[in-house]
């Protein structure tokens, strides 16, 4: 099983969508949570880090639900600028400091 | 630099050739990380340093990978006897401080074996 697990899409949506991406990880003893975005052959950038508490950054949502193990990331009014694969992942400190990516969930706006 | 630099961008190489890659972090960053991405796959963990030391070997696929680092600086990725499967982007990355802290990524080497 693997340790991150995403839909790998791809979302098509138009501008001024609202769009969701779940992720499911496998080790309850995961200790933090990123979303990273990365482009067309590009490398991942940082999108957001993801507490507990949950956190927002302009339209970019992130959650955490530690008894289900998994964190989403919600986009309102998408951009076309939006459009780009987002990367879940997941650091098992008590493996030493090792990060899972997931596959990535791909997604595309449309004019 | 400002950022993780990674060289060459791209090698291309013939089956059973040794290759090396090499990855500059950003000044100051304790911990330096390989993946490799193959193409519409995930980034593949392989190794990371704490300073020099290597604490987690667990993803090198094989005994012909293998990475050191050195001052605390730059690392170099050796894959030996190169084969076909081992084409793939080598990604870089390095952070801060282990674990927590957000990882800056290099723009990758882009690996070819014919």
């Known amino acids: 099983r693997k340790e991150v697990e995403q839909d790998p899409g791809p979302f098509n949506v138009p501008e001024g969508a609202t769009v969701a991406f779940n992720c499911t990880y496998s080790?309850?003893?995961?200790?933090?949570f990123f979303w990273y975005r990365q482009d067309c052959r590009k490398e991942p950038k940082l999108l957001m880090s993801?507490?507990?508490s949950g956190n927002e950054d302009g339209r970019f949502t992130a959650q955490l639900n530690r008894a289900s193990q998994y964190i989403s990331l919600l986009i309102r009014d998408s951009k076309l600028s939006d459009s780009a694969t987002y990367l879940c992942?997941?650091?098992?400190?008590?493996?030493?400091?090792?990060?899972?990516f997931g596959t990535g969930t791909s997604l595309t706006v449309i004019p | 630099g400002a950022g993780v630099s990674q060289s060459p961008s791209n090698k291309v190489t013939e089956k059973g050739k040794d290759v090396e890659l090499r990855c500059d972090p950003i000044?100051?960053?304790?911990?330096l990380y390989w993946y490799r991405q193959s193409l519409g796959q995930g980034l593949e963990f392989l190794i990371y340093f704490q300073g020099n030391s290597a604490p987690d070997k667990s993803g090198l696929p094989s005994d012909r990978f293998s990475a050191e680092r050195t001052g605390g600086s730059v690392s170099t990725l050796t894959i030996q006897r190169t084969q076909q499967e081992d084409s793939a982007v080598y990604l870089c990355?390095?952070?801060?401080?282990?674990?927590?802290?957000?990882?800056?990524f290099g723009p990758g080497t882009r690996l070819t074996v014919l």
């Open positions: 990355a390095s952070s801060l401080l282990a674990g927590v802290t957000e990882q800056f």
């Open positions: 080790n309850s003893a995961s200790q933090s």
């Open positions: 993801v507490y507990s």
């Open positions: 000044s100051g960053h304790t911990a």
């Open positions: 992942v997941v650091n098992l400190s008590n493996t030493g400091n090792q990060f899972y």
